[in-house]
């Protein structure tokens, strides 16, 4: 019933800013203890958790990239977004969007996930 998917452009130049749109369906992101997280897995590496939006706007993230990520969301379209600013070739990564019924980082924990898109950073 609930389904997510991610949606923006498949490539960036670097030092510009990655911009991403999760839109989901099937429930409201602003439910009661729902969290709603991006996660990207960059070729040949595993899967990487970003950060996460709360159903009451609520955000956190990885320490590696919370200097250069903000994640938002747009109630009024049920949607949320991904920013990773200042991308380098190293950020190209297959972006997911997932759900959760806590705040975690464990993979194990989304119980809904996007199909991914494909992310590629070059000039």
């Known amino acids: 019933q609930v389904q997510l998917q991610e949606s923006g452009p498949g490539l960036v130049k670097p030092s510009q800013t990655l911009s991403l749109t999760c839109t989901v369906s099937?429930?409201?992101?602003?439910?009661?203890?729902?969290?709603w997280s991006w996660i990207r897995q960059p070729p040949g590496k595993g899967l990487e958790w970003i950060g996460y939006i709360g159903y009451a706007g609520s955000t956190g993230y990885t320490p590696s990239l919370k200097n250069r990520t903000s994640i938002s969301r747009d109630t009024s379209k049920n949607q949320f977004t991904l920013q990773l600013s200042s991308v380098t070739p190293e950020d190209s990564a297959v972006y997911y969007c997932a759900r959760s019924v806590y705040i975690s980082n464990d993979l194990s924990d989304m119980e809904y996930w996007g199909r991914g898109t494909l992310v590629t950073v070059s000039s």
């Open positions: 099937g429930d409201s992101i602003t439910t009661n203890n729902y969290y």
